[in-house]
């Protein structure tokens, strides 16, 4: 039953796409929007720690859809190469007692697959490598004359999964995000120090302080691409 029904649907989606007058030309796109960090971020896990915790964010990308139309496929289906040339997220991470600030600055690249079923209508489903180039974590105490603690990290690793809709010049987006960045604390007169690190506050290792920093989002984006 399952092979009859997998059979259907890709003979419908071949069948629709003979039909497809989409735009599947190389694509250059701009997009920003809502970033929300998960219920695992920092690598907790655990929904009683986030309940009174507020989790924020925005997210700002410049990238390009390659097309791979030297690979035939059916019509209205094109394989190609999507990667972002600048990827940015903010995230804030507030409670009654402390208020932290993350930045993320990356970049992506991945393999992609367009389909358009009608005039102007295309999706895009993606899946990207995700080298962090910087990252950064600020904590600002509430209410104390505590000093804020800054964390800084390069050169981390991550991944994204996603789809686009678009239609004419007009893009949205829905991803999901994770990069693991090591992050180590700054101190202003020494500059970095070699055994403090932010960490990994969900594993229980000997090493967690000196593990990298899990950061992950979901993401909802508007743009334009042509």
Same mark, same amino acid.
């Given at each position: ?82 990667? +972002?040339?600048?990827? %940015?997220?903010?995230? @804030?991470?507030? /409670? ?8 993320? #600055?990356? !970049? ?85 120090? +070699?055994?403090?690190? %932010?960490?990994?506050? @969900?594993?229980? /290792? ?8 899990? #950061?992950? !989002? ?9």
């Amino acid at each position: 039953m399952k092979k009859i029904t997998l059979l259907f649907i890709a003979t419908l989606m071949i069948s629709t796409a003979a039909f497809s007058q989409g735009d599947l030309d190389k694509q250059f796109y701009f997009r920003m929007g809502y970033s929300k960090p998960t219920m695992k971020y920092w690598g907790i896990d655990n929904d009683n720690f986030w309940n009174d915790v507020k989790r924020n964010g925005f997210v700002f990308e410049l990238g390009q859809i390659f097309m791979l139309n030297s690979i035939p496929l059916a019509d209205g289906l094109r394989l190609g190469i999507n990667a +972002d040339y600048l990827s %940015f997220y903010y995230h @804030g991470i507030k /409670s009654d007692f402390i208020t932290v600030g993350n930045i993320i #600055l990356g !970049s992506k690249v991945g393999p992609s697959i367009s389909y358009s079923p009608v005039d102007k209508l295309v999706f895009d489903a993606y899946g990207k490598f995700n080298p962090v180039w910087f990252g950064s974590v600020i904590m600002v105490p509430e209410g104390t004359n505590t000093d804020s603690e800054i964390f800084l990290g390069a050169l981390g690793i991550g991944y994204s999964l996603g789809i686009n809709v678009r239609y004419s010049i007009l893009m949205l987006g829905f991803d999901f995000n994770k990069s693991f960045t090591k992050l180590q604390y700054y101190d202003e007169s020494e500059g970095l120090v +070699d055994d403090s690190y %932010f960490g990994n506050m @969900g594993t229980d /290792s000997g090493d967690a302080d000196k593990d990298r920093t899990p #950061l992950s !989002s979901m993401n909802f984006t508007i743009g334009l691409s042509f």
